[in-house]
């Protein structure tokens, strides 16, 4: 594994296998690697001649009271996984390469995808993220992009932003990995204290009890349905919710109706430390089909 | 010349000459060319292995009540001008291929660049700009992409757009090609009657003055030169001025102390038809030497 910390080497490598005509698996992360990050790595491998992964943490997706200068930092330890993992070149950069004086230029999604979820509570901070990942899209310039599906929001608008924008490249979402108990692998779990981390999972829980509902009772008022996944995260008594919501997987908007391709979506603080999970639901045609009769 | 008019197309063929290692120089268009469009394909033919133009009249950057519906198209008459100028690509495409159910992803310039000159006036024009300039730079993948110098804010926020978000090609800025009076070829001009059409030379004949009295006659006080080129340009009965500024070059910061590297610019109306042009102007440093003394 070789590690580049410049933005040329970096694109001049990425030029050198376009004219050669290799496949590049590319894993874009903030560091502070676990199970989730290192599986999209492998699959990177599996799937491409190189796998690239670039480390970078991106001040303008965090808002001024978030957490961007306390964000774990373990590059050492991070490279040491990536290399297991199989990874060819790890690209690390620094704000002051990445956004040069006079810097002026972002991606962003309309309001009605952006807007919405993490987005409403996080201004500017997908503007951050579409912005670095156009940037490092065009650095890496890769085959395929991976993102983890625990990041739902983020995974919607880059897919979007890839297919508006016409980068040549395609997304790939893979699935959330989790720990043992259901909580989704995230690099803020380590924020959490033991007794937080032990009601975390009620987030989980409350997700796929919402899937269960609608999947397999065919419950259809998602009223109810939230209802009842609130019900189940407040049963922690540390657990305070940001949010709870279902959505179209591909718009974002609000599904009434719960039909279609659909995801459940939480954000919910234990202390100080905000959780985001989700899970995707796929409502049988069965259950619309006696409408039509 | 080939004419491609489909995205994957064009995309599988910039794909083949990476791999190939060919240069590629890039003209992006909304047709209606002129013989400044014409100058910048020779350029691209010149300085690459393949010349590449797109003719695109991009709905999102005219605003509602502008002139998208009636700007001038003639497929036909510039497929045959780009012949001659040595094409060897010809992409067309249109608004439902480039803005597809669903677009949601925009490029934009912060308001200190995209927000003055043009950018004041027109709201969201750049905008459009800059996201159809990134949709086709993903798409035709230039090695150098050619802008005329005569759209002066366009072509300093797609160099910066090209700068900030990491596009593998560089932009060039050409000079602005003019009519033997010295009006800046525009394929606007073709709305002017015969009475504008003459009187629209006091456009450059007002920033060209300009130009001379900073850089030969050393004047530093730019109220004075802008108060010249607006009586130059007033002196013609059909010029209404939308707004005459001698700006930073970089940062397009309004210029009071007539330092550097500059750009006096002009929007005109002449009837309906808002022309603008713009003269590059660099302050000799020798008339700011002596105040170090």
């Known amino acids: 594994m070789i590690?580049?910390?410049?933005?040329?080497k970096m694109s001049a490598l990425a030029e050198k296998w376009a004219r050669q005509g290799k496949t590049v698996g590319f894993v874009p992360t903030m560091g502070a690697l676990h199970e989730g990050h290192l599986s999209?790595?492998?699959?990177?491998?599996?799937?491409?001649?190189?796998?690239?992964?670039?480390?970078?943490?991106?001040?303008?997706?965090f808002g001024p009271k978030e957490d961007f200068s306390r964000y774990p930092?373990?590059?050492?330890?991070?490279?040491?996984?990536?290399?297991?993992?199989?990874?060819?070149?790890?690209?690390?950069?620094?704000?002051?390469?990445m956004y040069t004086e006079g810097f002026a230029t972002y991606v962003l999604a309309d309001e009605g995808m952006a807007g919405v979820l993490c987005g409403a509570?996080?201004?500017?901070?997908?503007?951050?993220?579409?912005?670095?990942?156009?940037?490092?899209?065009n650095i890496v310039r890769p085959t395929v992009?991976?993102?983890?599906?625990?990041d739902f929001q983020q995974a919607a608008l880059i897919s979007r932003m890839a297919a508006d924008l016409n980068f040549p490249?395609?997304?790939?979402?893979?699935?959330?990995?989790?720990?043992?108990?259901g909580l989704a692998m995230s690099s803020r779990n380590m924020y959490l204290d033991v007794r937080e981390r032990a009601q975390a999972v009620v987030v989980s829980r409350a997700l796929f009890e919402g899937k269960r509902i609608i999947e397999r009772c065919g419950e259809c008022d998602s009223r109810k349905v939230i209802k009842k996944m609130r019900a189940i995260i407040t049963a922690a008594p540390l657990a305070r919710i940001d949010y709870v919501e279902i959505v179209d997987?591909?718009?974002l908007k609000k599904s009434e109706k719960l039909e279609g391709k659909l995801a459940a979506c939480a954000a919910v603080f234990f202390g100080k430390t905000r959780l985001i999970d989700n899970v995707l639901i796929d409502v049988p045609n069965r259950r619309r089909a006696p409408k039509k009769k």
Chains 1, 2 share one sequence.
Not at 121 to 137: I, N, S, Y
Not at 145 to 150: L, T
């Open 169 to 181: 490249l395609k997304v790939a979402v893979c699935p959330t990995i989790r720990e043992k108990d």
């Open 73 to 97: 930092r373990d590059i050492q330890g991070d490279s040491k996984k990536l290399k297991s993992a199989g990874l060819d070149v790890l690209f690390t950069t620094t704000p002051a390469e």
């Open 121 to 137: 509570r996080r201004p500017g901070h997908f503007r951050g993220v579409l912005t670095v990942v156009a940037k490092l899209f």
């Open 145 to 150: 992009a991976y993102f983890g599906q625990k």
């Open 3 to 8: 590690q580049l910390k410049d933005i040329k």
């Open 249 to 251: 997987r591909a718009t």
């Open 40 to 61: 999209l790595v492998r699959t990177a491998k599996r799937e491409n001649d190189i796998a690239v992964a670039s480390i970078f943490v991106n001040p303008i997706q």
